[in-house]
């Protein structure tokens, strides 16, 4: 069973780089199977993107590698120097790019709102520390 696809920065930056038209000779969407992508070349993957991008994909290829697999994806045979990789959940087209957008942005607003509550909550607390500093003041009077 595949792990479910959140919407990490991994994946989305992933997803970026292999719909990036101008990196297909690096890396691209597979021709035969839209929820794979194929590496053409590793070093260029490692000089040209895994070096210039965020360490959330890896440093390196081996590094890049173990993430895809800790991610849920699956290597696929292929030919020599060329690796592909599939994720049931991650494919090319405009749908999976408006639910990763969709799904971050909801995260976004779970995440703003369970701050908000622990701000209220906060909030509550000094209030009530407020009133019993109140209460003790009215006693002393």
Avoid: C
């Avoid at 991994?10 to 794979?36: A, E, G, H, P």
């Avoid at 959330?56 to 592909?84: C, D």
């Avoid at 909030?123 to 002393?140: P, T």
């Amino acid at each position: 069973m595949s792990r479910k696809l959140s919407t990490s920065s991994f994946y989305i930056q992933l997803y970026q780089i292999v719909d990036d038209r101008s990196s297909d000779q690096i890396i691209s969407w597979s021709k035969s199977n839209t929820n794979s992508f194929i590496v053409w070349d590793m070093k260029k993957l490692r000089s040209d993107i895994l070096l210039k991008s965020s360490s959330v994909l890896g440093k390196n290829v081996t590094e890049f590698i173990a993430k895809l697999r800790s991610h849920g994806f699956r290597s696929v045979a292929k030919g020599p120097g060329e690796l592909e990789f599939s994720h049931d959940e991650f494919s090319r087209g405009p749908l999976m790019k408006k639910k990763m957008m969709v799904k971050a942005l909801s995260e976004s607003i779970e995440r703003f709102d369970a701050q908000l509550k622990a701000l209220k909550f906060r909030l509550k607390a000094k209030k009530a520390s407020l009133k019993v500093e109140n209460l003790f003041q009215n006693l002393r009077i």
